[in-house]
């Protein structure tokens, strides 16, 4: 880890051109079967309207750009965040309107929970979620 | 390998794939989609968890091969199917990394495929895929665990 630098609060979380880079990679993400060469399922286009509009919340509640999402061989779509404590959280959405949140720690059992996708972004509060809770307080890795 | 097995005659470093595997044997795996996105690079990105997910066909456990039996990382590149070919990376972790998440290496020789190729059967398709979320769950933090301890040979391309 090199912390050399401050890191800002626009580094923490990601700038918006960050936030419209994944999420115009996600809506890519509509890929027929066998996108793999192994027999993949497809991924459908409402699971990847669904990851946007989770996307789209997370980033309208503060929370910072995913380190990566990419789809699985099952048909689902994964989110990814890497901590700094070296936890990590996933979201999977296998279906749509549904996450699947893994918080894994290297130390210690990993927590599972499961929220619903609202359909757009700023709906009603939610209660505290996992998702909330792993990134609330989230540090961050920098490079110089 | 380690530096004593430089100055050791290439033959008796190899491994048959009838010799028993070893907790600091090197495991290759062939992925896709390790891009991390351009926020906050790293020199270093971490392996994603979907690198140790289950393929569908998978249905025996996650495949990968034994560096030991004479595979190198371009050679597992190479025999990806021709679609993907181009976008995929490798990864390795040690055995013993396997064995401290609970799991075991079980050899399962490819007549027609690269030498050295093992499951770890517990990371299987049908689990991942299961309905029911305990199964499922299990993979993912098997899968996140292996994921944790491994290392990026050849970067997988958007």
Known sequence: MNTNRATSATEQLGSEADWLEIIEETSKLQLSADWDGAGANSIQPALVRSTIAFLERSRHEGQPVPDAVYPLSSGSIIAEWHNEDRSRLSAEIREPGRVELMHWFPDRPAEFSSIPIPESCGSAASPPTLLEEALGNRSFETTA | ?158
């Open chain 2, 1 to 158: 390998m380690s530096p004593a097995d430089s100055e050791k005659p290439l033959e008796t470093i190899l491994k048959a794939e009838a010799d028993p595997i070893t907790a600091d044997e090197e495991l290759m795996r062939r992925i896709l989609f390790g891009r991390k996105f351009g926020f906050h690079p790293k020199e270093n990105p971490p392996v994603l968890l979907g690198a140790f997910m289950p393929r569908r066909d998978e249905t025996e456990g996650i495949s990968m091969n034994r560096r030991a039996c004479g595979v190198e990382p371009i050679a597992l590149k190479n025999a990806a199917p021709l679609q993907v070919r181009e976008k995929c990376g490798v990864v390795s972790l040690l055995v013993e990394a396997v064995e401290t998440a609970g799991l075991h290496v079980a050899s399962l020789p490819e007549p027609s495929g690269l030498p050295g190729h093992v499951v770890i059967p517990e990371l299987n398709s049908t689990d991942s895929e299961s309905v029911d979320e305990q199964k499922r769950n299990r993979v993912r933090a098997w899968a996140q665990s292996l994921a944790s301890a491994a290392t990026t040979l050849i970067e997988a391309r958007k």
